[in-house]
């Protein structure tokens, strides 16, 4: 039987201030969630932004696709191993953040994600392999604190 996981009420709280404080730019960071906060997937026409800087994240849901207008997605300093193969189908996704890590797990999917410009990596090391995205325009990297 699956552990279930229950988001802490001040995370709960910081969602909803950011929903009705920005619905199209939702500033997460530091905002202590576990799990994708699946509300999100609700208000897929209007999200556009979405900054879940550290969080303690391990997965995305496969349902990310929903989110057919979203342009940046920032996930650096989380636990997510790989990320879904379906953020392929974010057309308009043009700016990312990841971990090291997550970067170099998940380099066959971000090739899929055509309009992908700005990569932004925070970790310890890169993998080779970062040529493969032949469309990033803008890469930035910083190491760890």
């Not at 979405?50 to 636990?79: A, F």
């Not at 379906?86 to 899929?112: A, Q």
């Amino acid at each position: 039987m699956k552990k279930r996981q229950d988001t802490p009420l001040s995370s709960i709280k910081r969602l909803n201030e950011a929903l009705k404080e920005n619905p199209t730019s939702i500033n997460l960071e530091n905002a202590g969630f576990e799990i994708f906060p699946k509300v999100l997937l609700d208000r897929h026409d209007e999200v556009k932004e979405i900054c879940l800087i550290n969080n303690s994240l391990v997965i995305l849901p496969d349902e990310i696709d929903q989110l057919s207008n979203l342009i940046s997605l920032d996930l650096r300093d989380n636990k997510i191993s790989v990320l879904p193969k379906s953020l392929f189908r974010l057309r308009k996704l043009v700016k990312i953040g990841l971990d090291s890590e997550t970067l170099n797990s998940s380099i066959d999917v971000l090739k899929r994600v055509d309009n992908l410009r700005e990569l932004h990596v925070c970790g310890k090391t890169i993998t080779d392999r970062i040529g493969e995205l032949t469309n990033l325009r803008k890469l930035s990297f910083s190491g760890e604190a």
